[in-house]
DNA sequence: CTGAAAGCGCTTACAG
DNA sequence: CTGAAAGCGCTTACAG
């Protein structure tokens, strides 16, 4: 009863049925013109007997790999992770209807050896970026491979396609809210700056304020908090100055910053206001809730993933898509 | 100066260098009689004109396809995402070497569409399992269709190649040392039940009360605690009993708890003694520092790949790894 | 040591 | 509407 696992290949279905692999071919791919009742009869007996037919050999043929490749960075913070996870998902969705599969590449800002690799192997047809460097390796691979790619995330370099949140414009709204509820003295503490989108979100940061007349002291502004020693002597400076409302640029910065202020028994948001970016689920049980600026992940795979076919299509696509975002105000500010 | 991306085949160094396609095949591949002369001729024109052959056609002569497949759980835990994340770089790095790539597959308990579709396609020729389910679909749509493949992580279905750490010994250590230190009325608070990982530590929990001849109350066992409020109320009901020693199955459920307790002013280990697994980012910071039992994923994933290659390569493996790991006694205990 | 030829499993002009 | 043949870019018996 058992049959070798799907081994049957389009020469025994055509065999099978009498007629020749051109027809069998056709009544699957449907191009082509093919007789409705042989159509009918070689989709029956496939179905029945379980034919797929090889997608390499398609592939080959048609001088396509049906493989994308998703280049993931190998740092990242744990608030990062989980966003990377959900636009996968969302790539994957997508490239599945389009029966792709995604070939999963790590690489760090200096190291892109495997997604190298990837391409002099020739084994995908398009590549998306999760995320974007001020001077980027990946990109300037592709560029010259001429290989179609989308980035998620901002980039400076001219022709890139990408798909991206509105962080300048998020950063830039939660900070009005804050300056109008709370005067001018809000803290900026923000993340790694070769990283596109922290400097998206410093602008969207000064934005506000020159939005609102105010200056802004070079002195509110901390970037490259990468642990949490960084994080808690920016607190600690940022309190000696008295401001009283600090924005994060990510969760695990907020989420450091919470500890800190727990220690010194600082009451948020009687003594000091806190507002984050992500609303990931690093922040998720905290008490009070956290006012913070939530992005769709999965929304923003698909879109890119969507952008990516369109170029492998040959289709027009705008070069630049901005995503809306939420924010959500509560107990914290 | 610029030449056309890479688009150079075999037949064109051939011809270029005088020689058959059978020729330059054989120097590539090191196979078969060839002369030294001819052969460093071959390489040499390779090596200048940047010419790689291309992995899907030499797989379609090969009947391989040089990708091995990982499924990744749509739904997890943070903590268990840094692990998967961790894995999957040690399985890429492994594969790597093979030239071998990473099709990722996205899928739940219930639902495996994307594997099967995989599998169907022939784009794989093995597979690694980053979970597993007591009644796991994956394995037995694996296993029907005779396809290579490890486990990470313990099953008990028959036959399966898996590669695990030693959760259950470890559970079991780390109980009988809590026990000798603080007494017998230690209380677990563990995941989803239908997970194997979760019977494997729950065992390996049994066994250290058995090891030494105490008695084991069901009250002492919580399983399923999913949400913060699960937590919080197995929480309540073990300090009731006036147990004294929390034991957490993974990091998130111990951070939880962790924010219970501060809440009501219990002091970690004077009141309460806490410790936890995984010793994951979610708990890196806290003060004081948790006990734990820590697994190296990388070093896990390489381990499971290693054996998948050892199965596709019809080399000897054993059915089952065990891989150590390592109990971090720290202040909380 | 080297090459002509068949084959991997498909697709696609080209003829009929 | 249907098929024979060439082709996608490799590998591998088989001959020489």
């Excluded at 058992?2 to 071919?25: H, M, N, P, R, Y």
């Excluded at 990946?138 to 509105?166: M, S, W």
């Excluded at 920016?234 to 994060?248: G, P, S, Y």
């Amino acid at each position: 009863m058992e049959k070798e696992s799907g081994k049957i290949t389009i020469d025994q279905v055509a065999k099978a049925l009498g007629v020749s692999k051109t027809t069998v071919s056709r009544a699957i791919s449907g191009k082509g013109r093919i007789g409705e009742a042989t159509r009918r009869r070689v989709l029956e007996y496939i179905e029945e007997n379980d034919y797929k037919p090889s997608i390499i050999a398609r592939g080959l043929a048609q001088s396509k790999t049906f493989n994308i490749c998703v280049l993931l960075p190998e740092n990242y913070h744990l608030s990062e992770l989980s966003f990377f996870q959900k636009a996968m998902v969302g790539i994957q969705q997508y490239a599945e209807q389009k029966d792709y599969d995604i070939l999963l590449c790590i690489g760090t800002e200096e190291d892109n050896g495997s997604l190298e690799r990837i391409v002099r192997n020739q084994k995908v047809d398009g590549v998306i970026l999760l995320r974007t460097y001020r001077k980027d390796q990946a990109v300037e691979l592709l560029q010259k491979k001429r290989i179609p790619f989308v980035a998620v995330g901002d980039t400076d370099y001219p022709g890139v396609y990408q798909v991206n949140h509105d962080q300048r414009a998020a950063c830039r709204e939660l900070t009005e809210k804050l300056l109008s509820g709370h005067g001018p003295s809000i803290v900026l503490l923000g993340g790694r700056d070769s990283l596109v989108i922290t400097w998206n979100r410093l602008e969207g940061f000064q934005d506000a304020y020159r939005a609102c007349g105010l200056d802004l002291p070079e002195s509110q502004i901390y970037l490259n908090l990468e642990s949490r020693e960084a994080v808690e002597q920016a607190a600690d400076e940022a309190l000696e100055q008295k401001c009283r409302v600090l924005l994060c640029m990510d969760d695990v910065i907020c989420s450091w910053l919470l500890r800190k202020l727990q220690r010194e028994h600082l009451q948020i948001p009687r003594d000091v206001r806190v507002a984050s970016f992500y609303n990931s689920w690093v922040l998720e049980n905290t008490d009070p809730a956290i006012t913070a600026i939530a992005f769709d992940a999965r929304e923003l795979g698909e879109a890119a993933c969507r952008k990516l076919f369109c170029l492998m299509e040959q289709e027009e696509a705008p070069e630049r898509t901005l995503l809306p975002y939420q924010i959500l105000l509560r107990e914290s500010t």
